[in-house]
């Protein structure tokens, strides 16, 4: 009797685990299959930095050396390139917010990533397309 007890014990640890593992697998496939870009994968292009960079030059260079973009992109590790693009649309340049067109927003974060180090790709930085799909990582 008392075997049995604890055979049905194991048993039903046994499942629990197996259940825990599952619901782990089923946590994870999101992520693991969505395939999940980030700012490493090349997802801006090279016309973008040049445009971008002029644009820097006029409207953010005054305020912000490159530096600057180490502890901002540290800061949004993780998160929606998106989010950020909205956040300097929202507060950029400082003395001046939204003043400047979508396309130039989009193009000077496209600068500032390839001045951090990250790669030009193939396929354009787009708000609309693809940047709630692309994760920032830290420099
Ligand atoms: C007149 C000065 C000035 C100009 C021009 C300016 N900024 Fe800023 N910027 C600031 C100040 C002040 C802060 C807030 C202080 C801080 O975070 O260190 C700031 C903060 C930021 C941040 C951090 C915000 C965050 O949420 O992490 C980013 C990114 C940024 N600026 C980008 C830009 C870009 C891109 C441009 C050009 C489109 C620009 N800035 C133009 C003064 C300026």
């Not at 001046?96 to 990250?118: H, K, R, W």
């Amino acid at each position: 009797m008392h075997n049995v007890a604890r055979s049905t014990m194991t048993q039903s640890i046994i499942t629990t685990a197996k259940a825990i593992g599952f619901a782990a697998v089923v946590a994870f496939a999101p992520s693991a299959f969505a395939e999940a870009k980030t700012i490493k994968d090349g997802v801006f292009t090279q016309a973008q930095v040049d445009s971008g960079e002029a644009t820097y030059n006029s409207s953010c260079k005054a305020c912000h050396d490159m530096r600057f973009y180490r502890n901002t992109l540290k800061s949004w590790d993780g998160q929606p390139v998106l989010w950020m693009w909205e956040s300097i649309l929202g507060t950029m340049p400082a003395d001046n917010p939204g003043s400047l067109m979508l396309d130039e927003y989009t193009d000077v974060v496209a600068y500032i990533l390839s001045e951090n180090g990250f790669p030009t790709g193939e396929t354009a930085l787009d708000p609309d397309v693809n940047m709630a799909d692309i994760s920032i990582v830290a420099p």
